[in-house]
């Protein structure tokens, strides 16, 4: 018996981006409007935002009903590094064009990782650590 | 050149826990401030935490001035899903120990990314995805 996975968890670097782009957070809070409303994801209160001291960077956390999305972003690198994880299935925006668009990322790199798997039960209701 | 890379994260999902460990806030916030003591994180703001109606999973998120830390619980599957993610070099905690101590869990399995890597500049400026 294999332990039901919990949803998916989207792991994004961009890279390229202009650096005025990445040190305040409006730039930031457009870029994670649109990927929630392209998502159709549900916000639960207040998202936090902190922008730091120099060199600049910027956090994002949202509480979701489908779990998490969090931003935050490296303006002396011209780094984003955003995660969204749904517990529930969902389909990938087209992160290349959102992140491009909205922080003139020029690469970006997707890792999309099934949460809460590769754990089973035995027969005799044991868990062990799946292959991966 | 490669683009430097800004920092690790500790994808952790945990299974065979007791449901009415995973289905309160306080046994998770107990968790997640032992991880933070033994990691030494600084918590920015006040977390958030929303517990969940039926089956009543929950959710918390810390905003660190090292980037985050996320729960989210099933307790219909005994599993909790934890992310570290540290943007400077950091060593990890005993996940096994904190975790089975804390929520029960009986096995834990521990993905380790680094971030924001993979992508190079060639000698022109332009940004490339490498491979992986």
Do not use: K
């Amino acid at each position: 018996l294999i332990v039901p996975d919990s949803g998916t968890e989207w792991i994004i670097d961009a890279a390229g981006c202009p650096p005025e782009r990445l040190a305040e957070i409006a730039p930031l809070r457009a870029c994670c409007e649109e990927l929630i409303e392209a998502m159709r994801l549900q916000v639960i209160g207040q998202p936090q935002w902190r922008r730091f001291p120099e060199p600049g960077g910027v956090t994002g956390l949202y509480l979701l009903s489908e779990s998490h999305l969090t931003v935050h972003t490296f303006p002396e690198y011209g780094l984003v590094a955003l995660n969204v994880y749904c517990c529930r299935p969902h389909e990938a925006p087209d992160w290349d064009a959102i992140l491009s668009r909205q922080l003139g990322a020029t690469a970006v790199t997707v890792r999309e990782l099934t949460r809460g798997r590769g754990v089973v039960r035995d027969e005799a209701g044991n868990l062990h650590e799946a292959a991966r």
